[in-house]
């Protein structure tokens, strides 16, 4: 690996930049790419929230994954793993989906309450068939979403459960000291109010949430938002100008089916005063072709390709919702919350299949960032999205196995993307190049930049190119600092064995004859705050 670095370390001066501290040899083909950042035009700000993080009770994504019950050896604070929630504090998380998915339209809140040892025991019928203690409740999630910043992204049961049912738990959530639910509450441990920022209204209804048709869906969602209320004072709209006024998300994209958003935004448009909402989902996995097949790791450039074609559909599919939302809201009133993304592949070899166990990769890295650049670019509809999934599931930030805990390449972007929250986005233009894999016809670079509060800007550069460097020019900048993410190989890992294997390095440059110029590893992602 030294060698790796020395080499890269002497093409950088040569292309006049320097400071990078590890890196993949170039090739002689490597391409020039000028980015040129327009700081002086004022974008949407990139909502903090397109970093959330989804948490469903699958697997050991929970169980195992950030709860361990109080008397376990491994160090927790209420049962909650103490390395898991260091870690996520570390990425400003925003906010926390729960408790699913599919799970959460079989969830009935009341299971999940009360003395753990009188809770009721299930099978989760959706993930493995595994039984469901529901020792990780109400009480326990709120705990870890304070325990790490985060918001509660709360999920109703639409599907098996009923308004009223949803409406009560809201209140047993929310409501003060003077109603029975919130006496319950208090009885139960905790007597002040919680807050509920984002309540999602179903999920996935026309599958795995009843089977319901577009008009049906509409129908149930309509008494659903009436009737969960949001009784926390610091969260009604007169209050603050509305700032903390609850947002309902509600179902909308269904793979390539466009009529759930389309029948949503018809019945908003013309909906009276009794119900209301504020945001419409889109669901959309990195697959390659369902049902997921793509090797998580072991895999050639062809699957690399295939990988990154499916992901750069997501602007796409952004492009087409906002399109229907647009026709009866053109003043944006709605957002879009992408509240499930991800890449979903080939499942561990000898995991149970219900688990959705998979190894995480330098190309999930990829995949991740390109995906956040694309929000970024559709700030002014997308304002909520959620990683699919937080730990041990999917495209999981961290992986846990007993007391062991690693990062995974996927976490290293959301920590070097933290910068962008809530930065306000600033267009750059650029020329992508192409990379060519068989039939896959590519761009090579990705570009994304934005505008801090303190007006620092902020550029993030990914090398799509698994095998060759790209030289990138930003005319008008005199310095820049920041990391690099790349590894030894794309499909290279974090292990518990090595953990570290991809993993950042800092990375710097300076002003040279054609402006601050810079080399980008093969398959990289790189962060810099630059300076004029």
């Known amino acids: 690996m030294m060698g790796f670095a ?88 925003p906010n926390v989906r729960w408790p699913g998915g599919c799970f959460a339209d079989e969830y009935h809140w009341r299971d999940g309450i009360g003395p753990a040892d009188k809770r009721r025991v299930q099978i989760n019928s959706n993930w493995g068939g595994v039984p469901e203690s529901n020792a990780f409740g109400t009480h326990e999630f709120m705990d870890f979403a304070e325990q790490i910043g985060a918001d509660a992204y709360v999920s109703v049961n639409i599907g098996s459960g009923t308004a009223a049912e949803a409406g009560q738990w809201l ?45 049906h869906y509409v129908e149930e969602m309509k008494r659903f938002a009436n009737f969960t209320r949001n009784y926390n004072p610091a969260q009604r709209p007169d209050v603050n100008g509305g700032a903390g006024k609850m947002k309902r998300i509600v179902v909308g994209w269904d793979s390539d089916k466009l009529d759930y958003t389309e029948e949503v935004m018809k019945a908003w448009k013309d909906h009276v005063y009794s119900w209301d909402i504020e945001g419409v989902s889109l669901h959309k996995y990195t697959t390659g072709g369902w049902p997921p097949h793509l090797p998580a790791t072991g895999f050639g450039n062809e699957d ?57 990769s330098m190309r999930d890295a990829v995949l991740a960032a390109l995906n ?54 600033t267009p750059v233009t650029f020329n992508a190049g192409q990379y060519v894999s068989g039939a896959h016809k590519l761009p090579r670079v990705d570009a994304m930049a934005a505008k801090d509060k ?44 090595k953990p570290a294997v991809v993993t950042p390095q800092p990375v710097s440059a300076r002003n040279g004859p054609r402006g601050l110029t810079l080399m980008l590893p093969p398959h990289s992602i790189t962060v810099l705050k630059v300076t004029r």
Not at 334 to 340: F, G, T
Not at 395 to 403: H, N, S, V
Not at 408 to 420: D, E, L, R, S
């Open 304 to 360: 690399y390709a295939i990988a990154i074609a499916d992901t750069l559909t997501m602007d796409d599919l952004l492009n087409r919702q906002a399109a229907i939302m647009d026709k009866y809201d053109p003043e944006k009133k709605l957002l879009i919350a992408v509240d499930e993304w991800g890449a979903w592949l080939a499942l561990t070899p000898g995991s149970n299949p219900g688990f959705l166990q998979q190894q995480n």
């Open 6 to 93: 020395k080499t890269f370390r002497t093409m950088l001066l040569a292309a006049g930049a320097v400071g990078i501290g590890t890196g993949m040899p170039a090739k002689a083909k490597d391409a020039e790419v000028t980015v040129a950042i327009d700081a002086a035009r004022q974008g949407p700000v990139i909502d903090r929230n397109i970093f959330g993080q989804f948490a469903e009770h699958l697997g050991t994504g929970i169980y195992g994954g950030v709860w361990v019950g109080k008397d376990s050896p491994i160090p927790n604070v209420r049962g909650i793993r103490s390395d898991v929630v260091g870690a996520l504090k570390a990425l400003r998380v």
């Open 372 to 425: 956040l650049n694309i929000f970024a670019r559709h700030a002014d509809r997308v304002k909520i999205a959620n990683i699919a999934q937080m730990i041990n599931v999917l495209q999981a930030m961290i992986l846990t196995d007993g007391g062991k805990m690693v990062l995974t390449p996927t976490y290293h972007v959301f920590k070097m993307y933290v910068p962008f929250q809530d930065a306000q986005f």
């Open 454 to 497: 303190s007006g620092q800007v902020w550029i993030s550069l990914v090398n799509i190119d698994p095998d060759a460097g790209t030289i990138v020019t930003l005319p008008g900048y005199r310095s820049a600092s920041g990391e690099v993410l790349t590894a030894p190989k794309v499909d290279s890992v974090n292990s518990f064995e």
């Open 171 to 215: 209140e047993y959530i929310t409501a003060e000291k003077d109603t029975s639910l919130a006496k319950e509450r208090a009885a139960n441990g905790h007597p002040a109010p919680w807050k509920v920022p984002i309540l999602g209204l179903g999920n996935e209804n026309w599958g795995c949430g009843g089977a319901m048709s577009a008009t």
